[in-house]
Nanobody, 123 residues
Framework: QVQLVESGGGLVQAGGSLRLSCAAS????????MGWFRQAPGKEREFVAG????????YYVDSVKGRFTISRDNAKNTVYLQMNSLKPEDTAVYYC????????????????WGQGTQVTVSS
C-alpha cells in the first residue's frame, strides 16, 4: 500500500504563491498516477490537478489553469503543486491522492489519500 503525506500549506495573501508537496512511501511510486484535490468547508471534494506516471501528461480543473502547476520527482517519490496568483476562492484543504497506473479526474477511482494540508488565501 501507499502512504501519502502533504505539506506546504499555510496562509497567504491574494496574488501570492505556495508550493505543496506530497511525499509517498510504501509502494512503487513510478507506477502511480497522482492527483491533487481540494475541499472547502461545506463543499464537495473536487479535482484540481493530475499527472501521469512519467510526468509527461498533466490535467487541471479550469479554475486553476495558468495558475497552478503539478509536477513530480520520481527519484524523490514526491509530487508537487505550485500555486501562483492565489485567489480567496482557492482556500481549502488540499489532498494528495494516488491511483494505480492511470491518471483520472474521478475522486472515487483513487485508492490512497493523504491527510490534507490547509491553504488559506486572504483578500
Amino acid at each position: 500500500q501507499v502512504q501519502l503525506v502533504e505539506s506546504g500549506g499555510g496562509l497567504v495573501q491574494a496574488g501570492g504563491s505556495l508550493r505543496l508537496s506530497c511525499a509517498a512511501s510504501g509502494g512503487t511510486f513510478t507506477r502511480y498516477a497522482m492527483g491533487w484535490f481540494r475541499q472547502a468547508p461545506g463543499k464537495e471534494r473536487e479535482f484540481v490537478a493530475g499527472i501521469n506516471t512519467s510526468g509527461g501528461s498533466t490535467y487541471y480543473v479550469d479554475s486553476v489553469k495558468g495558475r497552478f502547476t503539478i509536477s513530480r520527482d520520481n527519484a524523490k517519490n514526491t509530487v508537487y503543486l505550485q500555486m501562483n496568483s492565489l485567489k480567496p476562492e482557492d482556500t481549502a484543504v488540499y489532498y494528495c491522492a494516488a491511483n494505480y497506473v492511470y491518471v483520472t479526474r474521478a475522486l472515487g477511482e483513487y485508492d490512497y489519500w493523504g491527510q490534507g494540508t490547509q491553504v488559506t488565501v486572504s483578500s
